[in-house]
């Protein structure tokens, strides 16, 4: 079946939780694909020294700030799971470091944060990290025993396990698998530069270097990046072929920025209807195909660019980011993203984040009419439930549940209708669906209500 699985992994990973004001829940399913490399995050960023991520399933944060930024993302890997988990280490915990940080200047800001992983992608003191986070990381002399080795797997399991990163535990954690690791970048330890590092190939088969990108190494580089000395051992250019896609939304006070790079969406239902957040970056569409072509690209019939990426931009993917020539955002595949931001309404509902394993089945219409609908249901059974006669039975658990129960009790919901949303989108059979619903799915839903309610006194 190529790249699908015999069986479909149905195993659905799922957290869910609050911070601020806001309840998500979220889930990922691998499919019928061989491996699993989307991944998301949720985390609450505040300025330095005060970044406080969230810690999944756990109560509202007790001290919001109202400068404090919501940050919520799906990462779709494609050519190996490396550089989404790395977005996922890394994102969050770069925003403060950034220089439109300070004024939350959310359009330039997230383009730095996007244009920020790649260029820490090619930083030699995340080699081992990247190494670690795909499963392989090269052999060395004097390196890691299989003691330490299997240390070394435990403490990624562990990284990885975590829906909510508490950035700061997450450190303590990376430190420990490069201290593991220190022999792989020689007996020096590792290289340091100020930055990290990763490449990637599309849902295909890699292509050739040559085949890649119309240009010399690192269009997307600072020049300090462009004269980096002889590559390490482990040069990630040779060793990390792998990419994704990312969308990002941001919650600041009450405004809603969301950032795209690639084919995964976003989507708000206010008051029911459909706002779409993004848009879908395939190299057919005419501005992304001019600057595929412009930068010495090619799009094959089939839609891919250079005939193997199927999307047009994305985080990694760093073959295609080689002309010195060129912009970041000038290159045959560019991190830059496209930012909206949208003013929050009273009627505004919930966001959906998700990868295009549940766009390819599902229209954005669709998705939102989908958990609205068990949203309202969920509502409807607390109402009855809250009109019955003392003592009257409460099986279905929807107090627990319903969107009248504070942001916390809604949380649990979220993440099952992210569950049965996969059960609706995920082919019986990708020969007969022509591999639509065979993907890996993951679907992160953000409640709201609580924040965009209106505030006591009309504010």
Not at 126 to 150: I, K, N
Not at 407 to 420: H, M
Request: aromatic residues 4%; negative net charge; hydrophobic residues 40%.
């Amino acid at each position: 079946m190529g790249s699908y699985a015999s069986v479909a992994n149905t195993r659905k990973d799922v957290s869910e939780g609050v911070v601020g004001p806001l309840a998500f829940g979220v889930a990922e399913m691998q499919g019928w694909r061989k491996t699993m490399e989307d991944t998301h995050i949720v985390a609450r960023v505040r300025d330095p020294p005060t970044h406080v991520p969230h810690a999944a399933g756990g109560a509202a944060d007790a001290a919001e700030d109202s400068d404090d930024v919501y940050v919520f993302g799906v990462f779709d890997g494609h050519g190996g799971r490396e550089v989404a988990h790395f977005c996922k280490l890394h994102f969050a915990e770069t925003l403060p470091t950034l220089p439109s940080w300070r004024a939350r200047a959310f359009a330039p800001l997230l383009r730095e944060a996007f244009l920020a992983m790649d260029e820490m992608l090619l930083e030699p003191r995340y080699y081992a990290e990247l190494g670690a986070l795909r499963g392989t990381p090269p052999p060395a002399p004097g390196g890691a025993s299989g003691a330490d080795r299997g240390r070394v797997d435990a403490l990624v399991r562990n990284i990885e396990s975590s829906a909510i990163i508490p950035i700061d535990d997450t450190a303590q954690r990376l430190r420990a698998v490069l201290a593991l690791q220190k022999p792989l970048g020689g007996a020096g330890g590792m290289a340091s530069s100020p930055v990290a590092g990763s490449t990637d190939t599309a849902e295909g088969a890699p292509a050739s270097a040559a085949e890649a990108a119309g240009g010399g190494a690192g269009g997307a580089l600072a020049p300090a990046e462009r004269s980096r000395p002889p590559p390490a051992r482990y040069d990630p250019l040779g060793h990390v072929q792998a990419g994704c896609t990312a969308i990002v939304a941001c919650v600041h006070r009450r405004t809603l920025h969301v950032a795209n790079a690639g084919d995964s969406r976003a989507v708000l239902s206010r008051g029911g209807e459909t706002v779409v957040l993004s848009v879908d970056h395939k190299p057919a569409h005419p501005t992304e195909y001019e600057r595929i072509t412009k930068a010495g690209g090619w799009v094959s019939d089939a839609g891919r660019v250079n005939g193997n990426l199927n999307l047009s931009r994305s985080i990694g993917d760093l073959r295609y980011k080689r002309n010195e020539a060129l912009e970041p955002d000038e290159q045959v595949i560019t991190a830059a993203p496209d930012v909206r931001s949208i003013e929050l309404q009273a009627d505004d509902e919930f966001c959906v984040l998700a990868c295009d394993g549940i766009w390819d089945v599902k229209t954005s219409e669709q998705v939102v009419h989908f958990v609205r609908a068990r949203l309202q249901r969920a509502d409807a059974a607390v109402v009855a439930r809250a009109a019955a006669p003392p003592g009257a039975d409460s099986a279905d658990g929807a107090g627990v549940v319903g969107g009248h129960g504070g942001a916390g009790a809604r949380a649990p919901l979220l993440s099952a209708i992210a569950e049965e949303l996969f059960d609706e989108c995920i082919s019986r059979n990708p020969a007969e669906t022509a591999g639509i619903g065979a993907d890996n799915m993951t679907c992160l839903i953000v409640d709201l209500r609580a924040h965009c309610a209106p505030r006591v006194g009309g504010t």
